[in-house]
Antibody, heavy 123, light 112 residues
Framework: QVQLQESGPGLVKPSETLSLTCTVS????????WSWIRRPPGKGLEWIGY???????NYSPSLKSRVTISVDTSKNQFSLKLNSVTAADTAVYYC?????????????????WGQGTLVTVSS | DIVMTQSPDSLAVSLGERATINCKSS????????????LTWYQQKPGQPPKLLIY???TRESGVPDRFSGSGSGTDFTLTISSLQAEDVAVYYC?????????FGGGTKVEI
């Protein structure tokens, strides 16, 4: 059973860069798509972007100018960087895996999630 | 971008009764080449991450109770809980993966 765990600072100052890492255990990061998703307080889920294990990425257009997602297959980790943050970026951030089976690997069906980590943007 | 709209925002259902949640996409999420609807449903309980319930609009994820079912095609979809249990209290989200820009509905809160 694959497990995902987010890690990183819980408090980031406005205009600085939010950095989170997702560590994958119990399975390989290879062959799958890996996403970051967030949920602002009192709001719904927002997809941030995904990375394929090979390194190709796709980002939400609304965040594309500020987001970078990277992968380190040797450490079974992938990471999120969001720069120039504001209070609107305060949210619980989740990492998630795209479902994969004998039929294929799907970037848009999230079958495993981390527990989530709250990141607050405040001075 | 594809906009996903859920209704209602919240609903209260008695134990053992049926709960129905609707999801509408701003454009079709039916891929004609394979006749599949690129639509998922998730359940999120307080303090927990979302849990995958349904994909391809109607395929239940392994381990999901059969009281959960998904239906619909094109732009209109429904998640039905046939007999609500206390543990089903949660927020439910639909999400499309037809477009490479993924998008979620706003969520529907189900209460007893």
């Amino acid at each position: 059973q694959v497990q995902l765990q987010e890690s990183g600072p819980g408090l980031v100052k406005p205009s600085e860069t939010l950095s989170l890492t997702c560590t994958v255990s119990g399975g390989s990061i290879s062959r799958y798509y890996w996403s970051w998703i967030r949920r602002p307080p009192g709001k719904g889920l927002e997809w941030i972007g995904y990375i394929y294990y090979s390194g190709s990425t796709n980002y939400s257009p609304s965040l594309k100018s500020r987001v970078t997602i990277s992968v380190d297959t040797s450490k079974n980790q992938f990471s999120l960087k969001l720069n120039s943050v504001t209070a609107a970026d305060t949210a619980v951030y989740y990492c998630a895996r795209g479902k994969g089976d004998n039929s294929g690997f799907y970037y848009g069906v999230f079958d495993s999630w981390g527990q989530g980590t709250l990141v607050t943007v405040s001075s | 971008d594809i906009v996903m709209t859920q209704s209602p925002d919240s609903l209260a259902v008695s134990l053992g009764e049926r709960a129905t949640i609707n999801c509408k996409s701003s454009q079709s999420v039916l891929y004609s080449s394979n006749n599949k609807n690129y639509l998922t449903w998730y359940q999120q309980k307080p303090g927990q991450p979302p849990k995958l319930l349904i994909y391809w609009a109607s395929t239940r994820e392994s381990g999901v109770p059969d009281r959960f079912s998904g239906s619909g095609s094109g732009t209109d979809f429904t998640l039905t809980i046939s007999s609500l249990q206390a543990e089903d209290v949660a927020v439910y989200y639909c999400q499309q993966y037809y477009s490479t820009t993924l998008s979620f509905g706003g969520g529907t809160k189900v209460e007893i």
